[in-house]
């Protein structure tokens, strides 16, 4: 690798998005007095009375919870996007808008409140795959369903309003912005290419071995080359497929092995229950046979340097690009080392 990467300022380029990242190696060394953000360490019970989420509990709208054993889904009862809402558009001059229609659900990811992903077992995260494969596939089925966003908010500091372990899928009738882009640069490399873009650059990725944190038979946990997040990564199937209906049982489990794995590092890395944004982008659920995708899910984690110092996306980077100091090589040989 060009060692002036890891010393000059340079930008470089999102392949998925194309978008370009500002990389500021030489600041990674100034020292912080911004702000520190509160750790919580606190040790949660299995079970917590006021939840709305544990088994059996009562939640807003008066609903009770089954007593579920291990993974539960319900329709998001303060819905972002519904279903009955009606269609219509407006051309005004230069004002545009369109209605949206979509079904907003809540998985929980285990009956135990105490528990995340990091905590669970790989045989529990594999019912949390197996669930977020029927989730897409019933809910791509239905025909106002043109995409389906599986995502985790985790963490107070990600505005995550309630620690049980529990992820959402918003389902819509249009592509949200940032899966638009994917879908465009995908599919341009495809028809030039006739190969998966994804798999072409995790090849690349594999042989340069400068940015794998880990790699089982099916998939391997990456810092993309273009992260924005310092600590962001990207879990990469080996085999290319448009969705995660189309994995094999052996893949899903090494999914979950993936899973577990990076998250594990995660709370290791400044030894505190590791904050993020994750989610899963794959194939549009609009019927063609999207030949260009390659799904993958990728981490977002605001943690800059300790659990307490957070990575703000303001000023150059509202107005500008994004912009990171720590590289991308640096982060991966620090979750490398942190991978058991
Ligand atoms: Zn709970």
């Known amino acids: 690798m060009n060692t002036n990467l890891q010393d000059f300022s340079h930008k470089r380029f999102n392949i998925l998005t194309g978008e370009w990242v500002l990389v500021s190696p030489h600041r990674a060394k100034r020292p912080w007095q911004g702000q520190n953000e509160a750790v919580s360490n606190e040790q949660r019970s299995a079970r917590d009375s006021s939840c709305y989420l544990c088994a059996g509990n009562t939640r807003i709208n008066g609903e009770e919870n ?3 054993k291990d993974v ?25 808008a ?20 990091a905590d669970m077992e790989v045989d529990d ?31 107070a500091v990600m505005g995550c ?31 030039k290419n006739r190969s998966s873009l994804l798999g072409d650059y995790l090849k690349q990725e594999l042989e340069a071995n400068e940015r794998i944190i880990y790699q089982n038979d099916d998939f391997a946990v990456l810092i993309p080359f273009w992260a924005i997040w310092p600590f962001e990564t990207m879990i990469v ?16 489990v090494g999914f979950a092995d993936a899973i577990s794995k990076i998250t ?10 590791f904050p993020y944004s994750s989610g899963i982008h794959q194939s549009p659920t609009n019927g063609e046979s999207n030949k260009h995708w390659h799904w993958h899910m990728s981490f977002y984690p605001p943690l800059l340097r300790s659990a307490t110092v957070k990575k703000f996306m303001v ?16 982060a991966a040989d620090r979750l490398k080392n942190l991978i058991q």
Request: charged share 25%; glycine share 4%.
């Open 66 to 68: 089954p007593k579920y």
């Open 72 to 96: 539960f889904v319900f329709t998001n009862d303060f819905a972002a996007l519904q279903a009955t809402s009606p269609k219509f558009a407006v051309n005004e001059g230069l004002l545009k």
């Open 98 to 117: 369109e209605s949206e229609q979509g079904i907003c659900k809540v998985i929980c990811f285990s009956p135990d409140h105490s528990k995340s992903l």
């Open 125 to 155: 995260i594999n019912k949390v795959v197996k669930t977020w494969q029927n989730e897409y596939k019933e809910l791509g089925a239905n025909d106002m369903i043109n995409y389906v966003q599986i995502f985790e908010n985790k963490g």
């Open 161 to 191: 309003s309630n620690p049980h372990p529990h992820g959402q899928i918003w389902s819509q009738s249009t592509l949200p912005n940032e899966v638009d882009k994917k879908n465009q640069q995908q599919n341009i490399y495809y028809n």
């Open 237 to 252: 199937p080996k085999k290319q497929h448009s969705n995660i209906t189309k994995i094999s049982d052996k893949e899903s």
């Open 264 to 273: 594990k590092a995660y709370d290791k890395l400044f030894e505190c229950s």
């Open 315 to 330: 000023g150059y980077e509202m107005f500008g690009s994004p912009q990171r100091d720590i590289t991308p090589e640096q």
